[in-house]
């Protein structure tokens, strides 16, 4: 699978987003009508993480936004009760989706060595096409209250006990062959986070996701596969 094939096969339009924001929050939104709520929602949401990103959410008055939108004050809070809600409903959606389509991809293979390498793509994809959520999530952690941080780092660790599943069963089966899986599967985050946090610096280097997701790979294939299935998939290279 790589980036395109991706694309064609997960529907993440900013539209399709929003329709999952509207039908989470059906309850608090006061406005009914889906396709008003969806184009609202889109402008909302296209500002916010505009705005965030030239001066920080916090600084991001409701002025700021009524203005970037085009929305009045009353329009924008039938869509939230406050900020903070926003940034909330903002937040829990890039978990939820993320989750989602991680499990299932993952769910989807049963070989360790193809649970890891899908599971690395799909990220690396999916921060891909929502790089600003991504960003903007990482970002303002520290703006969230105290639940929504305990939310957010549950998350964390839940990404990371994905990789770390992936691991104790590649061993388990010796297929990996390494010694602190938790750790490992620390810096896998951490350089999957590299990829939408430092985006300009791969932007750059005309570095795109599809060679940095092959890159990681062929760096985790190198220090994790047991010795006896690096020399087998070398004989199966030359063989071919």
Known sequence: MNYAEFQTQVSLSKQDICREVFADNRKAIR?????????????????????????????????DLSKETNLSMGALYSYFSSKEELLEMLQHQRRTITKRILNAYIDAEKDPLAKLKVAVRTHLYLSETMQPWFYFSYME??????????????????????FLDILNQGHSQGYFQVDDRQLTASVIKAMLQDWYLKRWKYAKRKISVDQYAQFVLELLGS??????????RKRSHHEN
């Open 141 to 162: 952690t520290k703006n969230l209250s105290k639940r929504q941080q305990e939310m957010a780092i549950a998350s964390e660790i839940y990404t990371e006990k994905i």
């Open 31 to 63: 406005v009914k009508k889906e396709g008003i709520v969806v184009k609202n929602l889109e402008r909302i949401f296209d500002a916010t993480l505009n705005i965030s990103n030239k001066k920080g959410f916090q600084a991001m008055s409701m002025r």
């Open 223 to 232: 220090f994790i596969l047991h010795t006896t299935n690096n020399a087998h």
